[in-house]
């Protein structure tokens, strides 16, 4: 069954998007603010936004372009004004779709049911998708050598993004020092195993809302790290 959030601070229009899309079998969640309806659009997984322009918090204007940088899922912007639309075509914010208020709910299904459809055959038939780990907030494109905390890019040197990926490309897996040097670092390479936890601090300044209490890569005390999931 397909998940949509809808983002949207006035609860009738919520309220009734939320009917329509149940009478026709999907999951619905409502968020009422856009400060929180973009956290949860970036932590959780949904099949398609329908997200407002006009929100307290943040806009959605703001929240489309984070989503987009770090997700391919379908979003369809919702607003009362034409302006806005010519606003979202100019901004180039990656938006599937637009609808104007007042629309039919009809309207809204069809068009919603288009969109996944259309999504669904875009994930079936692109073999040449970029591989990418997704844990939380933690985006790491494999393909394309990037990484990003909630929506936000965050610069990584080789052998960190080297370091990252191994980890995290292996959850749940202690590793020691040892083993994560000789994993990343070919043998010509100055350095040993102090260079790891050099490395494993640098990336924890970029990914960890607080280093002291570390939520993606935990230190196995006298033996190595593992990456949690
Ligand atoms: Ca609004």
């Not at 010519?86 to 990656?94: E, F, M, N, R, Y």
């Not at 009809?106 to 040449?128: C, D, F, M, P, Q």
């Not at 890019?153 to 370091?163: P, W």
Request: net charge negative.
């Amino acid at each position: 069954m397909s998940t949509i959030l809808i983002i949207e601070d006035e609860e009738s229009i919520a309220e009734l998007e939320k009917d329509y899309l149940e009478l026709s079998g999907f999951e619905v969640e409502i968020e009422n603010r856009g400060d929180t309806g973009l956290e949860r659009a970036l932590k959780e997984d949904f099949d398609l936004y329908i997200l407002d322009l006009m929100l307290p918090g943040t806009d959605g204007f703001e929240i489309c372009k984070k989503i987009r940088a770090v997700k391919d899922t379908p979003i369809l912007m919702v607003s009362a004004k034409k302006d806005d639309i010519d606003k979202i075509h100019g901004l180039g914010l990656g938006a599937d779709d637009y609808i104007t208020k007042p629309f039919s709910p009809s309207e809204l299904v069809a068009r919603v049911k288009a969109h996944l459809s259309r999504y669904e055959r875009l994930i079936g038939s692109n073999t040449e998708k970029n591989e990418v780990i997704e844990i939380r907030g933690l985006k790491i494109d494999k393909t394309a050598r990037r990484v990003f905390i909630n929506g936000v890019e965050k610069n990584f040197t080789t052998k960190e993004f080297d370091l990252l990926t191994f980890l995290a490309s292996h959850p749940n897996r202690v590793f020691t020092k040892e083993e994560l040097f000789n994993n990343i670092w070919d043998m010509e390479s100055v350095g040993d195993i102090a260079t790891v936890t050099v490395h494993i601090k640098k990336i924890r300044e970029k990914i960890e809302m607080d280093t002291s209490k570390p939520q993606y890569i935990e230190t196995i005390w006298g033996v190595g790290y593992r990456f949690k999931i």
